[in-house]
């Protein structure tokens, strides 16, 4: 979702949306259309930066996207 480039699901970040705020969900099981992202600052930050997450998950409107930030900081 940020930088586009293809990898193993398992290397992936999948993230879900609920009430207007990006859930990541390490497990792969929420329910939902989920994304993916790889788990690192840049592309997290180019994600944003493109607006990608409304795109992704089809929905309008700004997202909180600090839940999926925390995860990857950490």
């Known amino acids: 979702m940020g930088?586009?480039?293809r990898d193993s699901p398992?290397?992936?970040l999948r993230m879900t949306v609920s009430g207007g705020r990006v859930l990541p969900d390490p497990a792969h099981r929420a329910p939902g259309r989920g994304a993916h992202l790889h788990p690192v600052t840049?592309?997290?930050d180019l994600a944003e930066?493109?607006?990608a997450f409304p795109?992704?998950?089809k929905v309008q409107g700004p997202l909180d996207i600090?839940?999926?930030r925390a995860?990857?900081?950490q």
Do not use: T
Request: hydrophobic share 40%; net charge positive.
């Open 3 to 5: 930088c586009r480039k």
């Open 10 to 12: 398992a290397d992936l």
């Open 71 to 73: 995860q990857v900081e």
């Open 42 to 44: 840049e592309c997290l």
């Open 55 to 57: 795109r992704a998950f």
């Open 66 to 68: 600090s839940l999926v």
């Open 49 to 51: 930066r493109r607006k």
